[in-house]
């Protein structure tokens, strides 16, 4: 059974905004799009930059150090889909954002 963890206020997050958390020791980013909230694993399979820094066009975020793209709905390499990231249902209610985490 999938767990919700409360990881942010949904404020924090302005619209074509993202925020990184840190939850299960692991760093997740989560952007606004068009006001739906997506997560995936904030950290490039590549080198490991940082992806809540990447600019977001057509539901993919291009990672700032050499343009990989990554699905915001999944998570897969826009390139390679066979090689995804993880990826995470977002809830947002009375003010705040949860992560819905499997097991
Ligand atoms: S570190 Fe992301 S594409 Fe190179």
Excluded at 38 to 67: K, N, Q, R, T
Excluded at 97 to 102: A, F, K
Aim: glycine share 10%.
């Amino acid at each position: 059974m999938a767990e919700r963890v409360t990881v942010v206020k949904g404020a924090d997050i302005p619209e074509g905004g993202s925020v990184v958390v840190n939850v299960r020791k692991k760093d997740v980013a989560i952007f606004r799009v068009n006001g739906v909230l997506h997560a995936i694993d904030d950290m490039c399979p590549h080198m490991g930059a940082s992806l809540s820094g990447g600019f977001v066009e057509d539901g993919c975020v291009s990672c700032p150090w050499h343009y990989w793209r990554f699905r915001l709905s999944d998570g897969a390499w826009a390139d390679n889909p066979k090689v995804k990231l993880g990826a995470y249902p977002v809830h947002e209610a009375d003010g705040v954002v949860q992560l819905e985490l499997p097991d």
